[in-house]
């Protein structure tokens, strides 16, 4: 092992925690500073009234990546949260009038298990090259392949449109279905890469999953985890600036003026901020706006009385046409036909609404950036579910909403871009800013740079900072 270092982390969400946990495994001093006053960042609950909602992630993937990361720790995911697989995964609606439910177990529609085997292919070669290591430039990938074969295997130059429109041919709710997965990472399903088809093989694979006692339970136990390891984790305390000299980082001041030196930083705050508010850096500020942020969402949480038939946990309510649909958001506004997704995890987890009520979180995408009147899109999504045959307006117990504005506030994530980067393009994994930082000793992990955002992903990326950083000391 190298020597014991001390590694400051700016920012406790997931990839800063996951990153934490690893360093200090590895006997490093670890301080993680946090801003709010509860880490987690965008996995956040909000409560009210006797409902609970998860206001950031709702849908947990790829239990296996946070087992991994808790095993370091001497633990396992199982020990530390109760994991509930969901079946059905999803119901999806289309304004035909079609209904398709997801089982854990796969559905029959034709198709649909050719583009999951595709899906498959995508996610090995993926695995061992993309999310194996950091990435600097194309050769970074093709660098980890293992043969030429790889490079066709995951499909980099089609759409994923293009290719849900071959899967699936004349069904075009179905292509449909498949071109939502590009929204697992804020993207256009007309301009990211086919490859995010793996996405399609990962929830049948591996599960969709809900933590009982919601998604706080899975950022309580990362919280736990680390200070068990002996992580130190300061809330209420914002980091202004990180001081560095030409080539290396010395440390970080905090707001109440305080200096901390450390020999490494890590960066979990957004890559903009960092560059252009903690280290002012034009280069690198330059470089980190060549990617494309993700889009962001408008949420509405909202307390429903009584019960609703015909629901599952996630729930899905298609456009007419997402031409249409990404028309608007290209153009910078909130669709006039949005997709609607709907999480009411009251249906597996009682606690989360008071008895026989419903906790509704209710997100459709809109750009970063977006200015968006709260009651204007309220009035609008609830109007377009009642639309859909689903009328919650005269049940309302409670509403919240959460505008981009309000992300981008709470988060410094431009444009309240919910994951950070996005995959749009066929460049998108390769400018996407780099875990290694314009210093030497800064690094960056979570969902702004490599390999983007998303619960897994991020924690992934903490596991290829931990181990540029052990090389980087030794
Ligand atoms: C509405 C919504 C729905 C989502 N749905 C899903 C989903 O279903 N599944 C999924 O896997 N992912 C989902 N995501 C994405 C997922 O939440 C994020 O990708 C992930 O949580 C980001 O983690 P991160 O490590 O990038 O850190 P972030 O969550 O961005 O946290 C960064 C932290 O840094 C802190 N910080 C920033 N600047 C400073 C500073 N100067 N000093 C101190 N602290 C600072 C912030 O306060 C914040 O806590 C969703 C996100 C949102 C918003």
Redesign the pocket.
């Known amino acids: 092992m190298a020597g014991a270092r001390s590694i400051v982390v700016?920012?406790?969400?997931?990839?800063?925690?996951?990153a934490a946990i690893r360093l200090r495994v590895r006997g490093h001093d670890v301080t993680v500073?946090?801003?709010?006053d509860v880490?987690?960042?965008?996995?956040?609950v909000l409560k009210r009234d006797g409902f609970s909602f998860?206001?950031?992630?709702?849908?947990?993937?790829l239990p296996h990546v946070y087992d991994e990361l808790f095993r370091v720790a001497g633990t396992s995911l199982a020990d530390e949260v109760d994991l509930v697989r969901l079946d059905p995964q999803f119901r999806y609606r289309w304004p035909s009038g079609r209904t398709l439910d997801v089982a854990d177990a796969g559905c029959d529609v034709p198709g649909w298990a050719d583009f999951v085997a595709r899906g498959r292919t995508i996610w090995e070669v993926s695995e061992r090259t993309f999310f194996a290591g950091p990435m600097s430039g194309p050769w970074s990938l093709t660098r980890r392949m293992r043969r030429p074969r790889d490079l066709l295997d995951i499909d980099p130059l089609r759409t994923l449109h293009e290719a849900a429109e071959a899967a699936f041919g004349d069904d075009r709710e179905m292509a449909q279905w498949a071109g939502r997965y590009a929204t697992?990472s804020g993207s256009s399903p007309y301009r990211a890469p086919a490859t995010l088809a793996c996405i399609a093989h990962v929830e049948h694979e591996y599960g969709c999953w809900y933590p009982m006692g919601g998604l706080g339970a899975l950022r309580d136990a990362f919280v736990r985890v680390a200070e068990r390891v002996g992580v130190r984790i300061e809330c209420a305390?914002?980091?202004?600036s990180v001081i560095a000299t030409a080539d290396a980082v010395r440390g970080v001041q905090?707001?109440d003026g305080r200096i901390e030196h450390a020999d490494v930083v890590v960066a979990?705050?957004?890559a903009t901020?960092l560059y252009r508010?903690?280290l002012p850096d034009a280069g690198a500020l330059r470089a980190v706006r060549r990617a494309t942020p993700s889009t962001?969402?408008f949420?509405i949480c909202a307390g429903v009385r009584g019960r609703t038939p015909d629901i599952t946990h996630h729930g899905i309510w298609f456009s007419r046409s997402y031409r249409r649909e990404y028309d608007d958001l290209d153009a910078g506004r909130l669709p006039d036909d949005p997709t609607i997704y709907a999480?009411v995890s009251s249906v597996t987890d009682a606690s989360q609404a008071p008895a026989g009520d419903e906790n509704w979180f209710l997100?459709v995408n809109v750009p970063s950036g977006a200015a968006i009147d709260r009651d204007a899109a309220t009035n609008h999504v609830l109007g377009r579910l009642a639309d859909h045959g689903v009328d919650l307006r005269g049940r309302l117990a409670c509403t919240e909403t959460?505008t981009p504005a309000d992300?981008e506030r709470?988060?410094?994530?431009p444009g309240?871009s919910?994951?950070?980067t996005s995959s749009d393009g066929r460049r998108a994994a390769f400018v996407r800013p780099r875990n290694r930082g314009a210093r030497r000793g800064l690094y960056l992990?979570?969902?702004?740079s490599h390999p983007?955002?998303?619960?897994?992903?991020?924690t992934l990326?903490?596991r290829i900072v931990d181990e540029m950083i052990d090389r980087d000391l030794r």
């Open positions: 700016v920012g406790g969400g997931v990839g800063g925690l996951a500073h946090e801003r709010h880490p987690g960042g965008k996995l956040s998860d206001v950031g992630p709702s849908l947990v993937t697992y305390s914002e980091v202004r905090l707001a979990n705050a957004d901020h508010d903690l962001s969402g949420v999480c997100l959460i992300l709470r988060f410094r994530s309240g919910i994951y950070g992990v979570g969902g702004s983007g955002g998303g619960l897994p992903l991020v990326g903490a």
